[in-house]
Structure formats: C-alpha cells, structure tokens
C-alpha cells in the first residue's frame, strides 16, 4: 500500500482525488436461488470450537483458528445500479484440530444457506463472525468443503483515524475493492488474515458493458447471456485474502506482455484514458527489472488498474495493484510492483511486522530512482536521516502498532533499515541477499527474525545492534 497524501506531503506534488458518485438501485440476481434466514441456532455436536481469532495479539478477532484454506470458488453477481451482491463461496480446508464448530469472517450481508462436505450446517452471526456448526464434528487432519450462500449490498470498512475506507466500496459504474487490511469479509466469507494463503477462483456476473477484474489471469473469454456478462478468473498461486479483489467498472484495457514474455493487463476508468499506455508500459518495464534485482517474478502476469473513485492510496492486489482516483508516477508502480514479492509472494504472519512490506517496497522506490539515474538510494537515505525532529524516530517500526499501521516510519524508517543493511554488508551481497530470501520463502509466510537470521547467515556478521537500532529503539540510529 501507498498513502498518496503522504507521499504528495512528502514530494510536494500535489494530487487532486475526486470521490465518487452513487446511483439509484435496481433489483439484484440471486446465488443461490432464494432467500432464507439470516441465522440459524447453533447446535450441539461433540468436540472443540476453531478460535474465534488466528491468533494475532494486535488484532485478536481477525482470522480464525482450528482450520486451514486451500482454496476459494467464488461465484459473485453484482448490479451497480441497485448496488446488490449475490454470491456463493465454496471453500475448500483442513481441519487442524477436532472441530464440533468453526468460524469464518464475514460482516454485514444475508447469509442464506451453509453446507459443510454437502450436509446442511446450523450457524449464528456475532458482530463480523461467522460461526458454523456442521453435522458431525470434523476430524483432525480431514479435509472438508464450505459452500455459503449469502447477498446483500456491500459496505466497506470505514476508519478514518487510521486506514481511511477499504474492502468493498461500491461506485458509479461498479466497485473498487482494496481490501488491506481486513476488507475481505465486506464480500466473502474468508478466514481474514494473512497467515492463512489460499488460491482463488472468481466467477463474476455483471451487466453487459461493464469489465470485472479479479486476480490472477482470465480463463476463457467472457461469456454473455441475457444481457450479462460472466467473467472467470483464476490465481493458481497463493494469496492473502485482502489481496483479493473483484473491481468492477467501464475500463478501457491494454493486454500484451512484457519485454521478458509476461503477461501484461493495465485498465484505466474513461477519465484516466491518458494514463492507460504510461501505466502498460512501466508496469511491465518495472517488473522485468524488479525480476532482475529481486529474483523470477512469483506469478503468472503483471499489470495494474486506475479507477475513479478517490481512494487517497494505491494497493498492491496480487498481479493488479490498484490506483485509486489517481495517475500514478514511476515511484508509486515501483512500489506496488516490488510488493509482488514482499507482501504477497512473501507474506507476514503478523501486523505488528508490516515494515517487512512496506520498507522493501519503499526502498525499491529508491531503487527504482537509482537505476533511473536520478537520487541515488545513498542521497534519499541521507536526506531523511537529516530530517532530526521528524516523529518517525520516536516510532520503530519494527512492531507496526494497531492503531497507527501505515504510520510514515514503517515506510521510510523501514526502508532506512534496508539501507543501513546494505551499508554494513556490501551491494554484492546485499543483492544476493534479497534473492536468496525470496526464493527461500517463495509463497510462504515471513518474520522478522527469518530475515534478520538470514542475513546474518549469508553476511558472516552479527547485525543485532543494527536492526536494533533501526527496527525498535524509539530514537534516531546515532550509529549502526
């Protein structure tokens, strides 16, 4: 993710968001032929209940314990004009534990119907859980399959204090749907955090004339019928659920590929036509050099979308990041692109350690500006460790706090770190370095103490006072 405001504070450009509009509502197309109760009571079978969190400390109700996903079927029908979901989410998983009941993240929306390996399920709503009962308890180890059926008129999450408005966010002509770092469940029933990765298939039906986008690459042409259109699109590879999108709107695209032979897919809303080449050709200049510096690209196409409604940042959804209400610089796609490795090939098992995201990718801006010929990394290294009252030195960033996630210091502070490291080790293996950690961890998730370890392993160097220092003293780094 960027934060645009920041970062125009920051460059002293100034970009001008326009919001969105909302239309009037028509009737919606049903998932699952029906309507039906809400809720259900739950019942009583023998065994032990997944927790109702995955178990982060910052966030303790996101995600959930006792189970694993595999994967997500979602067939997903939208009509703008009455701004009317209807879905069905088929969710393949394993149980890690005896479960008599288990949870899944979901708020607002009616959910219909449950069935658990096809077996009618009893379930009941608390806030944004989900709890299922199925008939029989699952058994340790068993895997087992999830079909909801539910609908209703999306709400994203608003929390202006800190994240501003994400997950499911309905617009004039569709919805953009940046879902960092809990939007998920605005949409589908998931289990919400990034230490669960699954692979994805979307189905999505919407009036003729409108494009849906989803990750991963299209299978098939879009099919038309009664004056819809049904779009499937398939990530084979893993993902975290709030890299998953479904953007919906009247794009202009441009498809072809990369230099290097990537598939290449940037869409931009009517009023930013004139930024669909720019956004084509340096998504896909970006990434075969980023495959260069930080080892194969982890996916099966790149690209990127603009869309029209004022989203004040741009987020790094698995294959298209998304602009929101905004013609993004070289700087902004550096960003978004490096993400691609670190934060959704390698993705973070908790919050608290989101500068292992957010750092890399703002010094892969700073890479990006070096091999540009422009400031070096050195010079923007410099420039901000001049900065001596800047509040980002009483925020280390190596524990992102709850409150505060997309704080400036686990940006820039983060991306510092990687600069200090390069410092005391050397390019050549600073570069090594980076390469032999994504290919380490290539689809998985990552820590703090994974990266520090390895770098110490591949440098010889005992580096705990530097990440110390940089990661989590609440002082600005007097030596390293």
């Known amino acids: 993710m960027r934060d645009i405001g920041r970062l125009a504070l920051a460059s002293t450009t100034i970009i001008s968001l326009i919001a969105s509009t909302a239309c009037t509502a028509s009737s919606g197309e049903s998932g699952d032929g029906g309507a039906g109760p809400s809720s259900k009571p739950a019942s009583t079978a023998p065994g032990?209940?997944?927790?109702?969190?995955?178990?982060?400390?910052?966030?303790?109700?996101?995600?959930?314990?006792?189970?694993?996903?595999?994967?997500?079927?979602?067939?997903l029908g939208y009509e703008p004009a009455a701004k009317r979901l209807d879905a069905v989410a088929s969710i393949d998983?394993?149980?890690?534990?005896?479960?008599?009941?288990?949870n899944l993240d979901l708020t607002g929306l009616d959910v219909r119907t449950i069935k658990v390996d096809g077996a009618p399920a009893a379930f009941s709503r608390?806030?944004?859980?989900?709890?299922?009962?199925?008939?029989?308890?699952?058994?340790?180890?068993?895997?087992?399959?999830?079909?909801?059926?539910?609908?209703?008129?999306?709400?994203?999450?608003?929390?202006?204090?800190?994240?501003?408005?994400?997950?499911?966010?309905?617009?004039?002509?569709?919805?953009?749907?940046?879902?960092?770092?809990?939007?998920?469940k605005t949409w589908f029933p998931a289990n919400d955090h990034?230490?669960?990765?699954?692979?994805?298939?979307?189905?999505?039906?919407?009036?003729?004339?409108?494009?849906?986008?989803?990750?991963g690459e299209m299978a098939g042409r879009p099919r038309e019928s009664g004056g819809k259109t049904t779009f499937v699109w398939r990530e084979r590879h893993p993902m975290v659920t709030y890299l998953a999108t479904m953007t919906l709107g009247k794009f202009q695209l441009r498809e072809g590929r990369t230099a290097a032979g990537l598939p290449n897919l940037a869409a931009a809303d009517p009023k930013y036509a004139s930024a669909l080449n720019d956004l084509y050709t340096l998504s896909g200049k970006i990434t075969d050099y980023w495959s260069t510096v930080f080892g194969p690209y982890p996916f099966g196409s790149t690209g990127g979308v603009v869309d029209d409604y004022a989203a004040g940042y741009a987020l790094e959804n698995q294959t298209k990041p998304m602009y929101g209400g905004f013609d993004p610089d070289e700087g902004i796609i550096a960003h978004e692109l490096a993400h691609q490795w670190f934060g959704n090939s390698l993705s973070i098992k908790r919050w608290q350690e989101l500068w292992l995201n957010e750092g890399f990718a703002t010094y892969a801006e700073w890479l990006w500006s070096e091999h540009k010929g422009e400031e070096t990394a050195e010079q923007i290294?410099?420039?901000?460790?001049?900065?001596?009252?800047?509040?980002?030195?009483?925020?280390?960033?190596?524990?992102?706090?709850p409150d505060d996630?997309?704080?400036?210091?686990?940006?820039?502070?983060?991306?510092?770190?990687?600069?200090?490291?390069?410092?005391?080790?050397?390019?050549?293996?600073?570069?090594?370095?980076?390469?032999a950690y994504t290919a380490r961890y290539k689809y998985g998730a990552v820590t703090t103490d994974e990266f520090i370890a390895m770098a110490e392993e591949r440098s010889g160097k005992q580096l705990d006072g530097l990440f110390q220092a940089w990661l989590f003293t609440p002082q600005r780094p007097a030596s390293w």
């Open 194 to 215: 990034p230490a669960d990765k699954a692979t994805f298939d979307f189905e999505i039906t919407v009036p003729k004339g409108v494009t849906a986008l989803a990750n």
């Open 48 to 75: 032990t209940a997944g927790a109702a969190g995955i178990g982060d400390p910052d966030f303790p109700k996101d995600g959930n314990g006792g189970y694993d996903v595999r994967h997500y079927r979602l067939k």
């Open 381 to 401: 290294f410099q420039r901000h460790y001049g900065s001596l009252e800047s509040p980002m030195w009483e925020y280390p960033p190596g524990k992102a706090r």
């Open 405 to 435: 996630l997309f704080n400036n210091s686990v940006y820039t502070r983060g991306g510092m770190t990687l600069h200090a490291l390069r410092q005391r080790i050397g390019d050549k293996t600073f570069f090594d370095l980076l390469r």
């Open 126 to 184: 608390e806030g944004h859980e989900l709890t299922v009962t199925p008939a029989q308890t699952l058994a340790a180890g068993r895997p087992f399959a999830v079909r909801v059926a539910y609908g209703g008129r999306p709400e994203p999450i608003r929390d202006a204090d800190n994240l501003g408005v994400y997950g499911f966010i309905p617009t004039a002509d569709g919805a953009f749907v940046t879902c960092q770092p809990n939007g998920a």
């Open 93 to 102: 998983a394993t149980a890690l534990q005896d479960l008599s009941r288990f």
